[in-house]
């Protein structure tokens, strides 16, 4: 009798966020399985996941499109689990109408130099004194006036009005009326050391768990509640459905032009050491 080979474990990183809970609920839930592959999910915030995706310590991360551009020699991109902005995205605020020409030479918290809200905001606006906050206290920092303007990711982007800030500039917005394009946001990569099988068989899954949660949507949701930072629920299905999409199920053609646009224009802007061709598997 020939026994099958155990699974091979792949340690999958990502962050404690309701988009990131919800596309990966079927992995997580083990409504998605494998006999090749089997997942230890890992969550950390984007950034931290950007800095460790530099030592090429997970098989499978979570990262922002902008940190690709200095993981590419240890991962390649996934066609499924992009986090997209389709005419909305990241965004500057503060807590005083300001228009978008005015945050030149300002204070701006941002979430991290590693994230591709602040590769957007560099590209909008070069010139600004970026200030390193934990996400979740961006607001606080605009608020007791320490910053200028806040530059906000996740939930933050549907809550900000009720907080009694005012949007500077939606970057989303910004970059498909300037280019035509959606803002790729997060990606999904597999480090190039796998084998070949086995990251076409982590590509299966991701997108399978996608779907399963796309058409389990209440369960699903249900789960990534936990994740969604006490944020009432009609506003968390809201801000999932902003983030899994159909291009988070498949890339397609527009997603590798798009990632492939932002990343030469931060080249071109001297904001990215090299030229880095963006590369997918599926």
Same mark, same amino acid.
């Given at each position: ?12 990183? +990502? ?9 990966? *609920? ?11 592959? #089997? ?11 950007? =800095? ?6 997970? @098989? ?14 240890? *991962? ?17 605020? !503060? ?14 918290? &941002?979430? @991290?130099?590693?994230?591709?809200? *602040?590769?957007? #905001? ?7 004194? !970026? ?9 606080? !920092? ?59 068989? #982590? #590509?299966?899954?991701? =997108? ?8 389990? +949507? ?22 999932? @459905?902003?983030? &899994?999409? +159909? ?22 802007? @001297?904001?990215?050491? =090299? ?8």
């Amino acid at each position: 009798m020939t026994l099958s080979p155990a699974p091979v474990e792949i340690i999958a990183a +990502h962050s404690p966020d309701s988009d990131d809970a919800f596309m990966f *609920y079927g992995l997580a839930t083990k409504k998605v399985r494998s006999s090749k592959v #089997c997942f230890r999910h890992v969550l950390e915030d984007i950034e931290t996941l950007n =800095r460790k995706a530099q030592e090429g310590l997970y @098989g499978l991360s979570a990262v922002s499109y902008h940190a690709y551009a200095y993981v590419a020699d240890k *991962y390649v991109l996934m066609a499924s689990g992009s986090s997209i902005g389709d005419g909305y995205g990241p965004m500057i605020i !503060a807590s005083r109408p300001m228009e978008a020409d005015e945050i030149k030479g300002k204070r701006i918290a &941002v979430p @991290g130099t590693m994230t591709t809200s *602040y590769l957007a #905001c560099r590209l909008f606006q070069p010139d600004f004194e !970026a200030i390193v906050t934990p996400f979740d206290k961006i607001t606080d !920092a605009v608020r007791d006036r320490y910053v200028d303007a806040g530059l906000i990711i996740h939930e933050a982007q549907l809550t900000y009005e009720k907080s009694g800030f005012h949007r500077v500039v939606d970057l989303g917005r910004w970059f498909k009326t300037a280019h035509g394009l959606p803002l790729p946001l997060g990606a999904n990569v597999l480090l190039r050391s796998l084998h070949p099988d086995i990251k076409s068989e #982590c #590509c299966r899954l991701m =997108r399978e768990s996608i779907q399963y949660a796309l058409d389990n +949507h209440n369960e699903a949701l249900e789960y990534a509640m936990q994740f969604a930072r006490d944020l009432e629920t009609r506003l968390a299905e809201k801000f999932v @459905g902003m983030y &899994v999409n +159909h291009y988070t199920l498949d890339g397609g053609d527009i997603v590798p032009q798009a990632a492939q646009k932002l990343l030469d224009m931060g080249f071109e802007a @001297g904001l990215i050491p =090299r030229r880095v061709e963006v590369e997918f598997v599926r």
